[in-house]
């Protein structure tokens, strides 16, 4: 009887108006096609410079040159990689949900009461805010990490917002 229950209250929690919701990614300006365009760079240039070498006699540098385009290639995949890894935050009147998937897709999740949660700041003088943290009954979770000081400032404004609408309860809307 008691799962019954439970999922009752996991439906209605589902069903129940979200007063904040983010999806946090890590920033990428380096687009495929932008990929593609510069690994074709250092390739040709790499591979002129090869030619070069090979054709005054100092063969091995072509081979070094070969390796170097292959090494900025996997360190540019590893980088696409980790960018697959996002964040969720949602806020409703009675649950505050965190949710981090990491590149693998591998999840883990975090549910608090917002009554309880509180937002604290780590912030240094001269970058602004460096770090997030939601602390509730003694725990902190870093929170919106792969964020800049500026984002990180105007994402805290925004939870801290929808924190306080969900301590004030919800509201009704009386029409005569």
Known sequence: ???DNHGCRAADAAAEPKIFSA???????LSSTGFLVL???IGGI???SGMVFLMLGAWPVFGFLGLDVLLIYVAFRVNFRSARAYEEVT???????VRKVNHSGGVREWTLNPL???LERSVHQEFG???L?????GRRLSIAGSLGPEEKASFARALSAALGEARRGPTRTVFE
């Open 129 to 131: 805010v460096e770090r």
């Open 133 to 137: 943290f939601l602390v509730s009954q």
């Open 91 to 97: 806020v409703t009147a009675s649950e505050l949900t």
């Open 46 to 48: 790499s591979f002129v």
């Open 1 to 3: 009887m008691s799962n």
């Open 39 to 41: 690994m074709l760079a």
């Open 116 to 118: 309880w949660a509180r």
């Open 23 to 29: 999806v946090i990614t890590p920033h990428r300006s």
